[in-house]
């Protein structure tokens, strides 16, 4: 891989929890968005931001990522079908990179989560190139929080599998090298309904 990024996902609906959830107020202060981005500038790591969100791109911009650099903060194009599709879209704007994936609704995220995830997937071990190594909260894999490398036939088999309809995640995840990843489940949390995020908050 060609060195690491950090990609928000910040594109959904929001329909389960009946607003915008990257706008809801964080009790840490600002938005979920701002602290997503926040966790992820704590990595010495160039970040993007993939949303069709106007209103998130207004809030990403003026901040810096890891690097001292702008976010680099990009259009998510129709059809908006979901992680996988958003996955290809960043896979295609940077090829042969490692895409440290993460949505915007795990607001009990810890920056040591990430460094662990970031850690395991970058130590050294015969999983070959196109590995993937995704959380993992003890109970069962947490698919969007995760290393995917950029890798040519990785995307390949991505594009294949997606032409064919495909649009679960999990799915497609079922033909690949997957590398579970241990972390604490606390902050793996996600928070869909407005029930998920109440009386929660650490």
């Excluded at 594009?159 to 997957?178: K, P, S």
Aim: glycine fraction near 10%; hydrophobic fraction near 45%; include cysteine.
């Amino acid at each position: 891989m060609n060195g690491l990024r950090a990609c928000l996902l910040s594109g959904g609906a929001s329909r389960r929890m009946g607003t915008d959830k990257a706008l809801l107020p964080h009790p840490a202060g600002r938005t979920w968005l701002e602290f997503s981005l926040g966790r992820l500038a704590a990595l010495p790591l160039p970040i993007t931001l993939l949303s069709h969100h106007r209103s998130h791109h207004a809030l990403a911009r003026p901040l810096r990522d890891g690097l001292g650099q702008p976010i680099t903060v990009l259009e998510e194009p129709p059809p908006r079908e979901g992680p996988l599709l958003a996955l290809d879209r960043l896979m295609a704007h940077h090829p042969g990179q490692g895409l440290l994936l993460c949505p915007v609704d795990m607001p009990w995220l810890e920056v040591a989560t990430l460094e662990a995830l970031v850690g395991a997937a970058a130590a050294p071990a015969a999983t070959g190139p196109a590995a993937i190594h995704l959380a993992h909260d003890g109970r069962r894999l947490q698919p969007l929080l995760g290393v995917y490398p950029a890798h040519p036939g990785l995307h390949r088999r991505l594009q294949a599998f997606t032409a064919a309809g495909g649009r679960r995640l999990q799915d497609w995840l079922a033909a690949e090298a997957v590398v579970p990843v241990l972390l604490p489940a606390a902050g793996l949390r996600n928070a869909n309904r407005p029930d998920d995020a109440t009386g929660l908050w650490p």
